[in-house]
T-cell receptor, first 114, second 114 residues
Framework: DQQVKQNSPSLSVQEGRISILNCDYT??????FLWYKKYPAEGPTFLIS?????DKNEDGRFTVFLNKSAKHLSLHIVPSQPGDSAVYFC?????????????FGGGTRLMVKP | DSGVTQTPKHLITATGQRVTLRCSPR?????VYWYQQSLDQGLQFLIQ???????AKGNILERFSAQQFPDLHSELNLSSLELGDSALYFC?????????????FGQGTRLTVV
């Protein structure tokens, strides 16, 4: 049972426009959410995170929105650049975990066209 | 560069064999995590160590084991290898053992079992 889902396997956006990547989760114990970007042949790179006590967190061109009632989060990239083309993973963790393991979604491949 | 170092980058071995993957965490990080990414799958959490002790366990097969040494580097041992064990294996590290914090990933070891 996938606790974190990214229902869009791919997304294509024109350079300069907004990219919106979506993520849904089912485990109500999750209280910390992260987005990672992954290029081929590299490990995931941390982008931005949000705690469940917030509904928005912004860092430069990247903004993450959290809707707890809908168990949904999204990553907005504005403006999108060709270098943003990568696979994006959302991840979640629960503070009650004994450790700090992350549960990942399946990823969305973003292609930004020049 | 995340600061997490994994060796080797590539490994090709035969079924039934045993291999060891190595990870050096970022300087100062006490937690090490191992994740597996199979073809067309998201990242699956395997196991976490914190300051030498096992902290959390995910879907790790009994044929797999790990440990974290006093110098905080970690090794993942995979034995009686099967074709289905072919995957990318990522190591990540974080400063904390629990709580909401991002993990930083290495570049991964690509294991091919033939």
């Amino acid at each position: 049972d996938q606790q974190v889902k990214q229902n869009s396997p791919s997304l294509s956006v024109q350079e300069g426009r907004i990219s919106i990547l979506n993520c849904d989760y089912t485990n109500s114990m999750f209280d910390y959410f992260l987005w990672y970007k992954k290029y081929p042949a590299e490990g995931p790179t941390f982008l931005i995170s949000i705690s469940s006590i917030k509904d928005k967190n912004e860092d430069g061109r990247f903004t993450v929105f959290l809707n707890k009632s809908a168990k949904h989060l999204s990553l907005h990239i504005v403006p999108s650049q060709p270098g943003d083309s990568a696979v994006y993973f959302c991840a979640a963790s629960a503070v009650n975990n004994a450790g700090n393991m992350l549960t990942f979604g399946g990823g969305t491949r973003l292609m930004v066209k020049p | 560069d995340s600061g997490v170092t994994q060796t080797p980058k590539h490994l090709i071995t035969a079924t039934g064999q045993r291999v060891t993957l190595r990870c050096s965490p970022r300087s100062g990080d006490l937690s090490v995590y191992w994740y597996q990414q199979s073809l067309d799958q998201g990242l699956q959490f395997l196991i976490q160590y914190y300051n030498g002790d096992e902290r959390a366990k995910g879907n790790i097969l009994e044929r797999f084991s790990a440990q974290q040494f006093p110098d905080l580097h970690s090794e993942l041992n995979l034995s009686s290898l099967e074709l289905g064990d072919s995957a990318l294996y990522f190591c990540a590290s974080s400063a904390q053992g629990a709580g909401n914090t991002e993990a930083f990933f290495g570049q991964g070891t690509r294991l091919t079992v033939v």
